[in-house]
């Protein structure tokens, strides 16, 4: 068996499979603003949170701002 077959082919059936898969996957539906808005609440930070014993700081949800203005 050459070479090409025996490496190309694994690739391309696993190509095929992820194209497959992709392809019927089940997606939510997009949101739309004229809908009510009946998803789970979505809780976003732009900080990480810190936590007690990383760092030996107390908690502390976020940071601060800090630099000249």
């Not at 690739?11 to 009946?38: D, F, G, H, M, Q």
């Not at 990480?48 to 630099?67: K, L």
């Amino acid at each position: 068996m050459s070479t090409g077959l025996t490496h190309g082919l694994p690739v391309v059936l696993i190509v095929l499979i992820i194209v497959i898969y992709l392809r019927t996957a089940k997606r939510p539906t997009p949101y739309r603003l004229s809908e009510k808005w009946n998803r789970p609440p979505v809780l976003w930070s732009a900080t990480d949170e810190r936590i007690p014993g990383n760092d030996g700081a107390p908690v502390n949800v976020g940071g601060g701002a800090s630099g000249g203005w």
